[in-house]
């Protein structure tokens, strides 16, 4: 319990970094500004709750699905009147940390010294949800290459997939990014990965081509790379 009380203590600390796709990519509306305005850009009273949650929960296997449930309030809204776009990215990033805690990830991760950071993101919108709707984050892990961890969130309203965020992360220690094989060691897994659905391959592929496409342009422009690349 005192290990678990720890890595909940570190919750609201965990970095979280971004690639920008292209807005037509994953339909964020960047004029669709939450009614809350930048006071609400991440809801901390919900990594809270979920967070407290976790100290009655147990440990489950690495390829398990977890649950987290939700309802959506005001502050969630944009002018539409649903939704905003971009929450789906911040209540995705609760359900990973939820997911992180419950497999023992983070834990290892943090022995390590090392952070979970997001090179790619995508998503993918299919009913909108309104004030006061209940639904549920089905977080789980589809994969892993030797750099790259591939998780997807679904969004799940009345048994219906109503929205479906994924990314591709490590965990960055000082070194640099941590082998999965030591992560994988750590929860005492020792299968191979999944097969990657041919959707996650591809989206693989496309981060590829956008960051050798934005490496050629800077070398071009004559901007230096950061060390942290």
């Known amino acids: 319990m ?5 890595t909940l203590s570190l919750l609201g600390f965990v970095p979280i970094r971004r690639s ?5 990519d ?5 004029t669709n500004e939450p ?37 959506v309030w005001p502050n969630d809204l944009d002018f539409n009147g649903h939704v905003n776009n971009g929450r ?7 359900g990973r940390i939820h997911w992180f805690v419950r497999t023992g990830v983070l834990g290892v991760a943090l022995r390590h010294k090392a952070f979970p950071i ?3 993101a995508i998503a993918k919108f299919r009913q909108d949800l309104k004030l006061f709707q209940r639904f549920d984050i089905h977080t789980r892990l589809i994969g892993w290459d030797r750099k790259w961890g591939f998780l997807e969130h679904r969004f799940v309203r009345k048994d219906r ?18 082998d999965p094989g030591v992560l994988l060691a750590g929860v005492a897994h020792s299968a191979p ?13 496309g981060g590829e081509l956008l960051s050798e496409l934005l490496r050629e342009e800077e070398r071009l422009q004559g901007v230096s790379r950061s060390k942290d690349e």
């Open 20 to 24: 920008n796709p292209q807005e037509e």
């Open 161 to 178: 997939v109503i929205g479906v965020v994924a990314i591709r992360g490590v965990f960055k220690g000082p070194a640099g990014p941590l």
């Open 35 to 71: 009614l809350g305005g930048h006071i609400s850009v991440f809801p901390w009273f919900r990594l809270a709750r979920v967070g407290f949650g976790l100290t009655a929960e147990s440990k489950v296997d690495l390829l398990a699905t977890t649950r987290v449930h939700f309802r």
């Open 118 to 120: 997001i090179g790619d």
């Open 26 to 30: 994953i339909g964020i509306d960047s």
């Open 193 to 205: 990965s999944p097969e990657l659905p041919e959707w996650a391959n591809r989206f693989h592929q």
């Open 2 to 6: 005192k290990g678990r009380r720890s």
């Open 88 to 94: 789906y990215l911040a209540l995705a990033d609760i």
